[in-house]
Structures are given as C-alpha cells and as structure tokens.
C-alpha cells in the first residue's frame, strides 16, 4: 500500500496520538510504504534516542516531535522483523516494534466469539505467551466495544497508555497488540477511553489467567504450565462411571481456613495435598468440593465475588500448583468439584462493572442488572459475547485443571427476574412472565457444553425453588444440571431437629415430606457452610438438650443423612462437631478433637462414610423410587422412622431411627423376608459415645406380617440414634 508521509504540523492524528486519544495506531505507528520510499515511526516519551538496527544498521531515527515521537526514512525497507535501539538516560534498550506485526486473531475466532459459540475464548482474549514471526513476547486481546482507544499499560512502559495502543478487529469490538520481549509475571492493565462520554478507565484483564494478591488490583502475564498431569487413568475411569450408580460423598472446604499455619499464613495448594488429602481419603470421602477459588479482592466473600473468572486466586500458590493438587486427588482416586459463580459478579471498579464506560457485561438498567441482596451485578446472558465469556470460564476450569465438576452457585437467583424483589422492582421477559429466558438458555448450553466436552464430568445446581426438571437432560425440555442440591430437605430436617424431643411428634411431616419429592431431581443432600455462618451457629449448636443429648441428635443426624436417597455434602468442621459458627479468618478448631465427644462424632462418620460407600444399597438407586421403600413413616408419637434401602440385586439394609431419648424395647417393624439379621451400625455405641444400648448380631424375624410386610421382628432401638440391619444370607 502507498501512504503520504504525516507531518507533525499539520495532521490532528498527531495530538490524538500524544495525548493517547487515537483509534487506529497502525496508520501513524510501525512500517509505512510512502511515494519514494519507507517509513518507520515511534513513539517513545521516556528515550533520548532511538536507532534502527538490522540493515541500514546503526541507522538514527529523527524526533520529529518533542513529545517523542522519532521518524526514519528510507529508501527500501527494513529486514523484518527490524529491531530497536532505545536510549534513555540511564539504559539502553533493544526491542522489536509492536506495530511491525501483524494482527493474530482469526475471523472464524472472532465471528464465533460474537455468536456466543466460543467455548475456549481464554486461548484468544487476554494475555498470550507466544511467538510470532519468531520473536518471542505477548499478544493482549480484549472485548471493549464501546472503547475509543484501549492501550496496554505496565510495569514495562510506565504505566503510560499513549505508549501502547491497541489496533481494533473491525466492528467486532476486540482490539489486539502483540508486544515483543515482555515476560510472564510482567504486570499490566488496559486503559479504556470511553468513545461517548470522554471517560478514562483503568482495568484489569476479565481473561487474566493469574492476578495480583489484594490489595494489589493488576493481572500478570503467565507462562505455558510445566505441570505434566499423571490422572489419565482416573479421566479415563470417569468417563465411563456411571455416577448415577456410584457413591458420592463431598467433603465441602474453605482453602483458607480448614488450617493455617500457627502465623496465620494460608496453606498452600502443595500443603493442601499433603494435608488434606490424607485426611480426606482416611475419612473415607469420594470428593472434595472447593469453595471459589478463582480471584476475588475480598477475603471475606469467601470467592463469590468474583473478579478473576480465568485466573486461581494466588492466596494459595500459583495455578501449576493448583494443578498439581487436583492431579495428586485424582491419583488418590479422590474426586474434586469447583464452586462457580456465574450469576452475579462485584462492582468494583478495577473489574467487570462497567467495563468500558457501559454497561458490557451487565444490564444498563438495575431492574435487570443489579442484585439488591448482594449488592453486586448480574451478567446480561442475552449478550452473546458474555455468554462466551461464562462458558469459556467453565470450560477453562475443566480443561486446564482437571476439575471433575461445577457446582453452580445461586441457580435460583439466575432463574427469575424478580428474585428476591418488590412489585415494580423487575422488569417481566418478553411473554410477560417472570422467568429469565436468556439465563435458562445460557444454563442449557452450559450443561451441553460440559457433559458434551467433559465425559463424567458434572454439573450441581444450588437451586431453592420448585423450578421443574433441573437435573433432567435438555433434550426432554430440562436445564441438564447432574443434580440439584436439596435446599428443602436440608431446611425441613435441621428444623425439626431444632425441636426439642418432646415436640418433635408434632412435626413428623419434616421429615416424611421430602419422599413426596424425592424422585423428581437427582438430588444432593447438602449441610454446607451456608448453615454453618451469618448467626445460624454450628450443627452441633443446634441441636437441644444437655452436652449428652447435643451430640447423640447430631450422631443421628449424620445416621439420617447418610442413609437417606440422595448424594451427600457435608461442611468441613461438621464431621467432628466444631462448636462455633465457622470463621474464615482463622481455622477449624482441632483441638476439639482432643475431646471424647468430638473424637466420637469424627469416628462416626468416618464409619458411616466407608459403610455408606461399600454397601450398594445405600448408593446404587439413590435416584429411583425403586431404591426406597418406607416400613413405618407414621410413627409419629415415638418419633420413630424405619425404612428400606434396596440395591439393584435386591440386597437391601433396614434403617431405623429414634428421634427422642427414650430407649424403644420390643419395637417391632416388618421386613421382607424371615430368618436372622444383624446389626451392622449403631450410632449409639459407646465407641461413638453413646449408651450402647442396641442389638448386635442375634435377631430373627418370624412370619409375623406386619405393616404390610410378610415378616416381622422385634428390636431394641436406642435413645436418639439410628441403627443399619443386614439379612444374613443363609
């Protein structure tokens, strides 16, 4: 192409350049081919001097501007790519010239980016290592459609934004600029200048794939991982496991306070696998389920204000060592699930909020795009381009790290447009009703996207309502989660064991209601950490009674728990009684442990945990009617429950539980068949604490029918406890 030399005097671009105001860099800056010849032109503020090197070399280049910019002129071009010789009072510096490469980005990448098809958008926006005509450095790329200019600020140019502008994709709202030499762990923002109301913002990176700890705000460069995984044996296995069938047991954990270290330090990601895993696996959990550990500046949000959707929080280490975490779970056969927000994001304006002067990844108006109860905002899922942003951040996590599932955090909030509002407060979708059609698309395409990406993967849904048909495929006109943790069951049981003993026989209905239900969703039973914070106590506070009767309710909670249909999820701290409400600030209370009763409570569910996993009814048909049957759920007067649990072979464990502390003798239930049971878990054993009142191994069920069962036997049941019966095969 041919361009007329641009004099300083009399072309605006210029000034626009020099006060950091231009829109196109690339036709003043870089390589120009002019009527008689070649021109190069830099601009450098901070140099003395500049010298082109290569051919021609030693080769001065003019200032033509006092504010720095330099000019060569030649008759044939430069080698590409040409270098530079920046001099400055105190330094020289040789660098290739941003502006001599050309762009990166493909067509067909950025075309499905605007469609909102662009699962793996991190490998295209944000901060790339790479090489590009063999000259080693970085290429920024990020969405700002509403951006007059957007520049790359750092620690490499002085933070400036007139340095080093950044070239626009035509109307597709991406700008782009490879810059040579920078090396990861550099430090940069975008400056955004606003195209409508001159407004001049300073970001960091939404693709960032590692940020500044807080309080610092910027995003770093990062280099290719070195981490080399050793699970392909564990992906390979969950593909094909059928996790509708398996055991699933989550171990729910705040990286930053199950401990620190005696100085208050974080343990780190390599200290977790030394640690915890151990831990975990001795008590016999299937999966660990991180609280959100992707950036946030926060330490009190405990990562569900998110401003790193791509980047692991650096609080506990870099992401190899993240990686190195997951990869030694997996090698351990321990599974490990990623809590994920999608549904709202925080204002702080260093972030997303407001991104380039407008509402991007919002909504304009707060009827739509902001949360009263959080005070954060919510994503507007009708943009394509946020779309590929959320479903590009779900990807990432499960590609780059492993990570065996999304839990998907606040689902109810996403569903309905008049969450948690008053009349006139929301604005209806296009039919008028209150369901949030763009966010169901977008939850749909997402669960496609992972079980289609992912095999074995999964997807929970932290979902409150009776929204139907959560964790059905989305080919039956389902969202497509895996499962839907069950807020109500949680709810109703923890309120009725909030009762005392004496009134529970009044509300019996808690706990019989949830069958109703139960086979609606593929449900998770979840006491998680929302139970345990915000003035709702620990598990063991509240249950009543004296310090005795505390711990055997709690005892029988865990009994009920895990004996009843449905996956399990359990708040660390839970397992061994932490008596005060869970603080972030500082780690579980072990000490406790050193206690009888504490100690009794982590025996019991370590127990129960490895009963739970190696007896195929009480996990095979967790989601079928087939796999539950009641013996007496009327019982209320004694506030006794009893039920069966069948495998897929017919197998099957009686459960009986006793919610008050009144020692049952001669309680009779029916059974199935006749002939000699035994008592194979009691919660009330003395080894947990108990009064070991029970039966052991001595019990015969006659041809007595009752409760419409052929057969029937008589049992001791303990006070505030819940026995598990096997039929000894003859």
């Given at each position: ?10 072309r ?14 690339c ?11 070649w021109?190069?032109?830099?601009y ?15 080769a001065?280049?003019?200032?033509v ?23 400055y009072?105190?330094?020289?510096v040789v ?11 493909t067509e067909?990448?950025?075309?499905l ?6 699962y ?5 926006l ?10 080693a450095?970085?290429?920024?790329a ?12 750092g ?10 502008p950044?070239?626009?994709h035509?109307?597709?709202?991406v700008w ?5 030499g920078i090396?990861a ?11 409508h ?17 807080r ?8 280099s290719?991982?070195s981490?080399i ?7 390979t296995?969950?593909a ?13 954990i705040?990286a ?8 208050g330090r ?21 999966h660990i389920?991180l609280?959100p550990?992707s ?5 009190e949000?405990?990562?569900y ?20 975490f ?13 809590d994920w927000?999608?549904?709202h ?8 909020a407001?991104f ?21 905002c ?10 590929s942003?959320?479903?590009s ?14 839990r998907v ?6 569903l ?36 289609d ?6 997807t ?5 309502t009776?929204?139907?048909m ?8 389902g ?5 839907k ?11 009725y ?30 006491f998680?950490?929302?139970e ?16 005795w009767?505390q ?9 009920y728990?895990?004996?009843?249909p449905?996956?399990k999820?359990?708040?660390m ?9 869970w603080?972030s ?5 072990w000490?406790?442990l050193?206690?009888?009763?504490h ?12 009963l ?13 009617a087939?796999?539950?049957a009641?013996i007496d ?6 506030s ?14 009686i459960?009986?539980?006793?919610f ?5 003798t001669?309680?009779r239930?029916?059974?199935p068949?006749t002939?000699?049971?035994s ?8 080894y ?11 019990l ?15 049992l ?12 000894n095969?003859?």
């Amino acid at each position: 192409m041919t361009k007329t030399i641009i004099t300083t005097h009399t072309r605006p671009e210029f000034d626009a350049l020099i006060s950091g105001c231009t829109l196109n860099p690339c036709d003043l800056l870089g390589l120009h081919q002019f009527d008689t010849g070649w021109l190069i032109r830099i601009y450098n503020p901070y140099a003395v001097s500049l010298t082109l090197l290569g051919n021609g070399a030693g080769a001065e280049l003019q200032r033509v501007d006092s504010h720095g910019v330099f000019e060569w002129h030649g008759a044939t071009p430069p080698i590409h790519p040409y270098r530079i010789r920046h001099t400055y009072p105190d330094a020289e510096v040789v660098e290739h010239d941003p502006y001599a490469f050309p762009l990166q980005l493909t067509e067909h990448d950025l075309y499905l980016f605007n469609e909102g098809r662009l699962y793996q958008a991190y490998q295209m926006l944000g901060s790339q290592s790479c090489q590009v005509d063999g000259v080693a450095g970085v290429r920024f790329a990020l969405w700002a459609p509403n951006a007059a200019r957007v520049s790359i600020v750092g620690d490499f140019n002085h933070w400036d934004g007139r340095t080093h502008p950044m070239r626009a994709h035509g109307d597709s709202g991406v700008w782009e600029l490879f810059i040579p030499g920078i090396i990861a762990g550099s430090h940069y923002k975008y400056e955004i200048h606003n195209r409508h109301n001159d407004q001049l913002l300073l970001k960091s990176d939404p693709y960032a794939q590692s940020a500044e700890l807080r309080p610092g705000t910027a995003s770093l460069v990062t280099s290719a991982t070195s981490h080399i995984w050793n699970d392909a044996a564990w992906l390979t296995a969950r593909a094909g496991r059928s996790w509708l069938h398996a055991p699933m047991n989550v171990y729910e954990i705040h990286a930053g306070s199950w401990r620190r270290h005696p100085d208050g330090r974080f343990y780190t990601y390599r200290e977790l696998a030394e640690h915890l895993l151990p831990y975990v696996l001795d008590m016999e959990y299937t999966h660990i389920e991180l609280m959100p550990i992707s950036e946030h500046p926060l330490d009190e949000s405990w990562g569900y204000q998110t401003t790193g959707y791509f980047a692991p929080t650096c609080r506990y280490g870099s992401a190899d060592d993240l990686r190195y975490f997951i990869d030694a779970c997996h090698q351990a056969g321990l599974g490990v699930l990623l809590d994920w927000v999608p549904a709202h994001f925080p204002q702080d304006a260093f972030a997303l909020a407001r991104f380039d002067g407008t509402a991007l990844y919002e909504h304009e108006d707060p009827r739509l795009g902001f949360h009263q109860d959080w005070g954060t905002c919510i994503f507007n899922y009708g943009r394509n381009e946020v779309k590929s942003f959320l479903l590009s951040s779900a990807h990432y996590w499960l590609a780059e790290f492993h990570f065996d599932g999304l839990r998907v955090d606040a689902v109810a909030s996403m569903l309905y447009l008049d969450y948690s509002r008053k009349a006139g407060e929301w604005l209806p979708n296009k039919f008028g009703g209150r369901e949030n059609l763009e966010a169901i698309e977008f939850l749909r395409e997402l669960n496609i996207m992972v079980h289609d990406a992912f095999p074995g993967a999964l997807t929970l849904a932290e979902e409150s309502t009776s929204w139907p048909m959560v964790s059905r495929p989305v080919y039956l006109g389902g969202l497509g989660f895996s499962m839907k943790w069950d807020m109500g069951w949680m709810n109703d049981t923890l309120a009725y064991m909030c009762h005392d003993p004496v009134h529970r026989k009044h509300h019996h209905e808690k706990l019989t209601f949830g069958q109703l239900y139960a086979y609606t969703e593929n449900f998770m039973l979840p006491f998680s950490h929302d139970e345990v914070v915000h003035g709702k106590g620990s598990l063991i506070g509240k249950m009543p009674g004296d310090a005795w009767q505390q711990f055997a309710n709690l005892r029988l909670l865990f009994t009920y728990q895990m004996t009843t249909p449905g996956k399990k999820l359990n708040f660390m701290g839970n397992e061994f009684a932490q008596e005060r409400e869970w603080n972030s600030g500082w780690e579980l209370d072990w000490s406790l442990l050193q206690s009888h009763w504490h100690d009794s409570v982590q025996k019991l569910v370590r127990d129960i945990n490895h009963l739970y996993r190696d007896t195929p009814a009480l996990h095979q048909l967790d989601f079928s009617a087939n796999g539950f049957a009641w013996i007496d759920c009327h019982d209320a007067e004694q506030s006794v429950l009893s039920y069966i649990r069948y495998a897929s072979d017919g197998s099957y464990v009686i459960v009986v539980l006793n919610f008050t502390p009144v020692l049952r003798t001669n309680y009779r239930i029916g059974v199935p068949q006749t002939g000699s049971y035994s008592e194979i878990f009691n919660s009330d054993s003395t080894y947990y604490g108990g009064s070991n009142a029970g039966n052991g191994a001595g019990l015969s069920a006659d041809a007595t029918a009752w409760m419409g069962y052929p057969a029937s036997m008589t049992l001791t049941v303990p006070p505030l406890a819940g026995i598990i019966l096997v039929y000894n095969q003859p």
